[in-house]
């Protein structure tokens, strides 16, 4: 594992008035390179190739001869064949040439090797580098683990398909889509088989990754995305912010619940069993009885992170949770790092990160806002891992 010293030691020999904040281009890019413009830095995204488009046409930054932007905020983008080829000493070196400080988001641990990041990626990334592996499900210290030993609450697992007796929901990763969901819930063991085995033979699923699947118990109720933000070079007021909430769009689930039930009988096999791929998301906020439960689970994973993955986390982390009608919070994913759904506060904020702050302020533009107060204050090496 890298050490932190090595990342402060690595982020001490750059030259403070160009420091570059740099990301994988996917995810929350567009959110990470607008809020660094915002702050006063040049952004620098890290494309695939036949994925790039986005960032190197159409939200392409131009500056005026006074590098004033006039126009977009990716100021610079780099081409790879494949994302994982950031991983190569060449492209490390270029971005430390660059005085890059790399924000982590979830296309960097989905298409880089987790090892290589932990191991050998020698630029000083903004966050825990530590905690980036609980977020795969099969790792023994997952956020799983890490929910456990905070007592927060999560859904109950089902160890075995037979003891199904209620509403389950069974997480795997689809087959040919492998980032995305292979999801499907059941109500019974009888359910889960016939469920299970229409998906295998439609090639959704595979059986490997249906016997390492997980069985929760199902949440009936809404969905919010808290995309929270821990600063531990805060002196003076509360290191804990609540930035905003989100909530996804996934398909084919909510064309699914567009149509009357008459018509989701009538579909076909192929078109019955929904699928849970996260094609967006969009802004919410929650009622103010409940704002201080969020806060509680918030705090209660922070020290539990700083307990068990030292030295805890740092920036934004995302609880996503379920509401069941008892207005319970139940914890069944957590991001370590800024959150999916951040792009929908682009530019404009997110709800009460603009009221804390008094300005418009998204995920984004709070982790360059961080790096530009850890370059005033001297503590840059405290945010960097």
């Known amino acids: 594992m890298i050490e932190p010293m090595d990342a402060r030691s690595i982020v001490g020999g750059y030259d403070a008035s160009s420091i570059r904040i740099a990301t ?21 995204a890290v494309c695939e190739r036949g994925r790039e488009a986005p960032y190197v046409r159409y939200f392409r ?66 966050g825990s580098r530590r905690l980036l592996r609980t977020e795969e499900r099969e790792e023994e210290r997952s956020y799983y683990w890490l929910l456990e030993k905070a007592r927060l609450p999560a859904p109950e697992r089902i160890e075995d398909p037979a003891e199904i007796d209620g509403l389950v929901i069974v997480k795997l990763p689809h087959r040919v889509k492998r980032l995305e969901r292979g999801f499907f819930t059941a109500a019974s063991a009888r359910e889960y088989r016939e469920k299970s085995r229409a998906l295998l033979d439609q090639g959704v699923i595979t059986e490997q990754d249906l ?23 805060e002196e003076t007021d509360e290191k804990l912010e609540l930035l905003g909430v989100d909530w996804r769009f996934e398909t084919s689930l909510d064309g699914h619940v567009r149509l009357p039930a008459d018509q989701q009988l009538a579909l076909n096999e192929a078109q019955r069993i929904p ?35 030292d030295p805890g986390i740092i920036g934004p982390f995302t609880l996503q949770t379920a509401v ?56 840059l090496g405290e945010l960097v891992t």
């Open 324 to 379: 069941d009608k008892d207005l319970h919070f139940w914890i069944y994913d957590v991001a370590p790092r800024i959150g999916g759904g951040t792009n929908v506060h682009g530019s404009v904020g997110h709800p009460y990160g603009n009221s804390l702050w008094r300005r418009p302020m998204s995920t984004g533009r709070r982790i360059a806002l961080e790096i530009r107060r850890g370059l005033d204050e001297g503590r």
């Open 24 to 44: 994988i281009g996917s995810h929350s890019a567009l959110d990470i390179c607008d809020g660094a413009v915002e702050e006063g830095f040049h952004s620098l």
């Open 211 to 233: 016997d390492a699947a997980r069985i929760e118990r199902y949440i009936i109720g809404p969905i919010f995305n808290f995309d929270f933000f821990y600063s531990p070079i």
């Open 275 to 309: 699928e849970y791929v996260v094609v967006g998301h969009n802004a919410a906020t929650l009622r103010e009885s409940s704002l201080k439960d969020v806060f509680d689970l918030a705090e209660r994973y922070v020290r539990a992170t700083q307990e068990h993955f």
């Open 61 to 126: 930054g131009r500056r005026d001869p006074k590098d004033r932007l006039v126009r977009g905020f990716v100021d610079e983008s780099v081409v790879l064949t494949k994302f994982r080829e950031v991983l190569e000493d060449k492209w490390q070196a270029f971005l430390r040439d660059r005085n890059a400080v790399f924000v982590p988001n979830r296309s960097f641990t989905s298409y880089c090797d987790l090892d290589a990041i932990e191991n050998a990626f020698r630029v000083p990334l903004f």
